[in-house]
């Protein structure tokens, strides 16, 4: 593991917060609670039906001794979720039976535990898609207060690297708005910024990606990153932020003194906000696969209480390092 993951569990250990993993009958959720427990940095909660994890658990070698496990079937929670879900859906047709019925699949069962406070936080995605792991997070924590835009990020951290935070690095936005305007790429970096600082604990030198620097080039694309960039300095003004820029004018400092002379932010940017989610998720699995980054999310933020997704080619090691953060976020919502 790096530097920053171990900075990110011992920042995890100075409060233990409680995560629910609502994949818990997948193997790789498995060994990642083991990881969280046995290192201390976490209390994690398995969700599924306990004979099937521990029959997987005794097949596989992984020990969830002590861990608790919930079956969102059986529980006898089930009548308070079911009728708090009730109460915030019935405006959108939702009956009590349907309330009864939703809240027995794991993910609406996990987010339901951390709307009514028995878990700060829930990791899914290993196998669920974006989309429905993001879904009953709307629905039932809603946006945080004086957040416009939901939107997610990875940690990217390249061993042996320079550049960024010593190798760490924020890219957002890989996996949720797909193509976002002016505006919400403006919300989308002020929110990754505060992402960056809460998580990594460094100054955020925030980089509006396009592929022109300073109007080298001319179109709608770059017009829309050079609008990002003047709204969001005009709501952030204390902010390190500059834009439009290359990415190697953005991260190599000679080339940033090169094609960006006097920009603040230039050369030595640790936040990368792409234009779409094209660029994004591209840039993010170059990185992954071709620099061997370590990658962890995609990370959700804006929503009132901690709910991370994962790519479903993650590690148990990725699902490890996405709950710590997950605690970390926990611990300054």
């Known amino acids: 593991m790096s530097k920053f993951t171990d900075e990110l569990k011992a920042r995890a250990k100075q409060s233990i917060k409680t995560i629910v993993l609502?994949?818990?009958?997948?193997?790789r959720t498995l060994k990642a609670a083991e990881i969280a427990v046995?290192?201390?940095?976490?209390?994690?909660?398995?969700?599924?039906?306990?004979?099937?994890?521990?029959?997987?658990?005794?097949?596989?070698?992984?020990?969830?001794?002590?861990?608790?496990?919930?079956?969102?079937?059986?529980?006898?929670?089930?009548?308070?979720?079911?009728?708090?879900?009730?109460?915030?859906?019935?405006?959108?047709?939702?009956?009590?039976?349907?309330?009864?019925?939703?809240?027995?699949?794991?993910?609406?069962?996990?987010?339901?535990?951390?709307?009514?406070?028995?878990?700060?936080?829930?990791?899914?995605?290993?196998?669920?898609?974006?989309?429905?792991?993001?879904?009953?997070?709307?629905?039932?924590?809603?946006?945080?207060?004086?957040?416009?835009?939901?939107?997610?990020?990875?940690?990217?951290?390249?061993?042996?690297?320079?550049?960024?935070?010593?190798?760490?690095?924020?890219?957002?936005?890989?996996?949720?708005?797909?193509?976002?305007?002016?505006?919400?790429?403006?919300?989308i970096a002020l929110s990754s910024a505060k992402s960056f600082e809460q998580l990594v604990g460094k100054e955020p030198q925030v980089a509006m990606l396009s592929y022109s620097t300073y109007g080298s080039a001319k179109s709608h694309l770059v017009e829309k990153m050079?609008?990002?960039?003047?709204?969001?300095?005009?709501?952030?003004?204390?902010?390190?932020?500059?834009?439009?820029?290359?990415?190697?004018?953005?991260?190599?400092?000679s080339v940033g003194e090169q094609k960006a002379p006097g920009s603040t932010v230039a050369g030595k940017a640790n936040v990368l906000v792409f234009p779409d989610i094209n660029a994004g998720n591209i840039g993010y699995k170059l990185v992954q696969r071709l620099a061997k980054a370590e990658a962890y999310g995609p990370v959700l933020q804006g929503i009132a209480k901690p709910v991370n997704d994962l790519s479903r080619g993650c590690s148990a090691e990725d699902i490890a390092g996405v709950i710590a953060i997950t605690a970390v976020q926990a611990q300054n919502n």
């Open 22 to 27: 609502a994949e818990g009958e997948e193997l």
């Open 38 to 187: 046995s290192e201390d940095y976490a209390k994690v909660i398995l969700l599924g039906n306990p004979e099937k994890i521990a029959a997987l658990a005794k097949a596989e070698s992984v020990n969830i001794d002590g861990i608790p496990v919930i079956d969102p079937e059986t529980s006898d929670k089930n009548g308070e979720y079911a009728d708090t879900f009730y109460e915030l859906r019935k405006a959108k047709g939702v009956t009590p039976e349907q309330a009864k019925e939703t809240v027995k699949n794991p993910l609406y069962y996990g987010v339901m535990m951390v709307k009514n406070g028995d878990a700060d936080g829930m990791v899914a995605g290993a196998v669920n898609s974006s989309a429905n792991v993001l879904r009953p997070s709307l629905q039932i924590l809603k946006t945080a207060p004086g957040t416009k835009l939901v939107s997610a990020f990875f940690i990217m951290n390249v061993p042996d690297c320079d550049m960024g935070s010593d190798g760490t690095f924020l890219f957002a936005d890989c996996a949720l708005n797909q193509d976002p305007n002016a505006d919400e790429v403006s919300e």
């Open 226 to 253: 050079q609008e990002a960039t003047r709204l969001a300095k005009e709501k952030a003004p204390d902010l390190k932020i500059d834009g439009e820029l290359q990415l190697d004018a953005a991260i190599v400092s």
